[in-house]
């Protein structure tokens, strides 16, 4: 029963690609009872070309010291005085500065610490042999080659954002540096509605050449082990139950349209974002592939092939990209070019290789 609606559905898809269509004068449908033969060779595709991004660079990693930074929380002793580790602010009175279960000196968003008859004291960019040495040069005013203890009671300063279909989403703090491996199994994996295909890291620059894909998914470690998170990416798994394909141009519903979990082929797709009433060109429809991160497929299809029943209709894969062109466009460079506006404004809807390749400086 469910195969039977699934067909109903699909039929009725199509068919309303064929009224949409009828009234282009350029455009003839087939007469009624029309019988056609569909052969091996009968392709819809007319240019097919695999696009290719570099990967993010890998580089030898020289271990460096943990560098004190704003928000951190600091346990600071002095010669076993306990009072050293409390915070002051700048009227000189002490108090105690809490994060969950740790307590000490917090840095503030200026850099700064304050501490009992020293005052302010800028400890943030330091390491901890240093911030040692800061702190006792301060208190040789008041007592004899004092010894100093700092540690790091809990890190605030480097965060990394786990986000969407983790089984521990949140956020998380570097205590040390962290391979793309490490930074993932802060969440504890990912759950059973996870899209690994759409999986990416953001940071300030945009989004990151690294395929979590064969990374998760396929067990290629080198594509994580050999590469660092900074403080402040954003680690982001999507839900495979909001999976969309986008159609662009000659439409009036240009945007995202919903892929069911039957799947959509090319001509649902185009229904349901309903071809403009005048202007568009069947022969040169444009489909973006994503085939993971760095690597992804640009099609050309013959649209008008499928209409007359020369060719089978094409299925769409998750975040493809459609463009309906208004009338016979050049190169990619052109298509590109007039669907920039667009793919910008749905920019963290997109697929990691369309963001990566299109969007990135631009």
């Not at 306990?82 to 840095?107: H, I, M, Y």
């Not at 570097?174 to 793309?180: A, L, Q």
Request: aromatic fraction near 8%; charged fraction near 15%.
């Amino acid at each position: 029963m469910g195969r039977v609606i699934s067909t109903y559905i699909r039929t009725v898809f199509i068919l309303s690609v064929f009224v949409v269509v009828s009234g282009c004068a350029s455009f003839k449908d087939l007469a009624p009872g029309t019988v056609k033969q569909i052969s091996a060779s009968g392709n819809s595709v007319v240019q097919r070309e695999i696009v290719r991004v570099a990967p993010a660079a890998t580089a030898s990693f020289t271990p460096q010291p943990y560098r004190i930074g704003c928000y951190d929380i600091l346990s600071i002793n002095m010669n076993g005085l306990a009072d050293v580790s409390v915070t002051g602010d700048e009227t000189g009175k002490s108090s105690v500065k809490r994060s969950g279960k740790a307590a000490g000196a917090t840095v503030d968003a200026t850099g700064m610490v304050y501490l009992p008859q020293v005052g302010a004291l800028k400890l943030a960019g330091a390491s901890i042999p240093e911030a040692q040495e800061l702190v006792r040069s301060a208190y040789l005013k008041y007592y004899k080659n004092p010894w100093v203890v700092i540690d790091v009671a809990e890190y605030r300063s480097k965060p990394i954002y786990l986000l969407g279909q983790f089984k521990n989403p949140g956020v998380y703090y570097m205590d040390r540096p962290m391979t793309v491996v490490e930074g993932i199994a802060l969440g504890s994996g990912f759950d059973a509605t996870a899209d690994i295909t759409g999986a990416r890291i953001t940071r300030k620059r945009g989004v990151v050449p690294i395929d979590l894909h064969a990374l998760l998914s396929q067990g290629q470690l080198d594509a994580g082990s050999q590469h660092w998170l900074e403080p402040g990416d954003t680690i982001y798994i999507p839900d495979s139950r909001n999976q969309q394909v986008f159609v662009f141009g000659s439409v009036k519903k240009p945007g995202p349209v919903v892929m069911p979990p039957s799947g959509i082929n090319l001509s649902q797709a185009i229904a349901s974002a309903e071809l403009a009433d005048l202007g568009y060109d069947f022969t040169h429809v444009r489909i973006i592939r994503s085939l993971s991160a760095t690597q992804g497929e640009l099609l050309v299809v013959d649209f008008e092939k499928i209409m007359r029943g020369q060719a089978l209709p094409i299925m769409l894969r998750a975040g493809d990209v459609v463009y309906v062109p208004r009338s016979a466009v050049g190169d990619w460079n052109t298509a590109i070019a007039e669907m920039l506006p667009s793919l910008q404004a749905i920019s963290t809807l997109l697929q990691p290789f369309v963001n990566i390749k299109y969007l990135t400086n631009n």
